[in-house]
């Protein structure tokens, strides 16, 4: 078996690897400048693709498919899957395992971080002391909102949006969730909805979270209607992908003050504007990013200790599971996207 492990990996890393799956042969990109060690281009790994039995990584490159004519699975290291062929994939055989669940906690964490940094106006405050900016003690343009009794509602309940519940509670705030089934029960959250009662659920909400895939049904879903629904005055946080909001809508309710606040970890990638996978802070064609009510991090959610190492734990039990011929836990469908 023949093993390709998709980024600049550090030798510790290639040796985790080889030690716990002895007799198996593991390759890795050639050495070639990059931004981040996470990338992975063609020429880097054309050599190895023709007899690849397994890639384990973070990048697909085009034409990658076409070369590797033996590839039997693919251990995705992201929980989205929506930048992979699945189609094709599906067609030619190859199974796909993916990282949902593993990074959930961190994931969890950061978003809310994120809802606090947007409630008790922490850049700006922050930004006010660098620059010797005094603010009165209850000056009103810097007045927190409260969590404390607040609704938050939940669109996608699975692993994150369960753990953003959970810590959500933490701080007494009420927490509506909504699911594509709701009969897998509310977990941690006050109550469960299914997507057909999403606008009840968001006309009660103080803040908003959007912890869903991003699928051919949830691309571009949350536009016009579904931000008008919202209770006025209220945040939205996007903590999973950028392409599931509608950017004019969101942009125009920022503006009119119809939402209180924008935070996000994802922003919006653009057909052939960038490369595969690209995890970088993309500017919003619109300037969302520049508004004042908005605050941002750039595909940070899972930059957090002990993650990287869980995720290379959980790409080499999917090979083990494999190379034995045994159910893969985390094989995703290739219809649903997840």
């Known amino acids: 078996m023949k093993v390709l492990v998709g980024w600049h990996a550090t030798e510790g890393e290639l ?13 890795a990109p050639r050495e070639e400048p990059y931004l981040s060690r996470f990338d992975l281009t063609l020429e880097s790994v054309a050599e ?19 070369l590797a004519k033996k590839l039997k699975l693919i251990c995705w290291m992201h929980a989205g899957c929506d930048e992979l062929p699945l189609a094709r994939l599906k067609k030619l055989g190859v199974e796909v395992t993916n990282l949902r669940g593993a990074n959930s906690i961190a994931v969890a964490e950061h978003a809310m971080a994120i809802i606090l940094g947007l ?6 405050k922050h930004q006010a ?24 509602g939940i669109i996608g309940l699975g692993q994150i949006g369960s753990g953003i519940a959970q810590r959500a509670k933490a701080f007494d705030m009420k927490v509506l969730g ?34 869903t895939p991003i699928t051919r049904e949830t691309d571009g879903f949350f536009g016009a209607r579904e ?9 939205l946080i996007n903590i999973a992908r950028g392409n599931l909001i509608q950017e004019r809508p969101l942009h125009d309710a920022l503006q009119a003050g119809d939402l209180a606040g924008y935070g996000a970890d ?4 653009y057909v052939n504007a960038f490369p595969a996978s690209y995890h970088f802070p993309v500017p919003s064609r619109t300037g969302i990013q520049r508004l004042p009510n908005v605050i941002g991090t750039g595909d940070q959610g899972a930059n ?35």
Do not use: C
Request: charged letters at 25%; a negative charge.
């Open 178 to 211: 909504v699911r594509l089934h709701p009969e897998r029960g509310a977990g941690p959250a006050d109550a469960v909805f299914g997507v057909e009662q999403i606008y009840d659920v968001l006309g009660q909400s103080d803040y908003v979270v959007l912890a």
């Open 119 to 124: 409630a008790k106006r922490i850049v700006a």
């Open 15 to 27: 040796e985790e690897f080889r030690k716990a799956l002895p007799g198996v042969d593991i390759v």
């Open 129 to 152: 002391v660098v620059s010797a900016q005094p603010v009165p003690v209850y000056d009103a343009s810097h007045r927190s909102a409260m969590l404390h009794r607040r609704t938050l």
């Open 227 to 235: 931000i008008g629904a919202i209770k006025k005055g209220a945040y």
């Open 304 to 338: 957090a200790d002990g993650v990287l190492e869980r995720n290379i734990s959980r790409s080499i039990t999917s090979l083990k599971e494999f190379l034995n011929n045994e159910p893969l836990t985390w094989k995703i469908d290739h219809d649903l996207g997840y």
């Open 266 to 269: 994802v922003w919006w990638t």
């Open 48 to 66: 190895h693709l023709e007899d690849v039995d397994a890639i384990v990584g973070y990048v697909l490159p085009d034409g990658a498919l076409g």
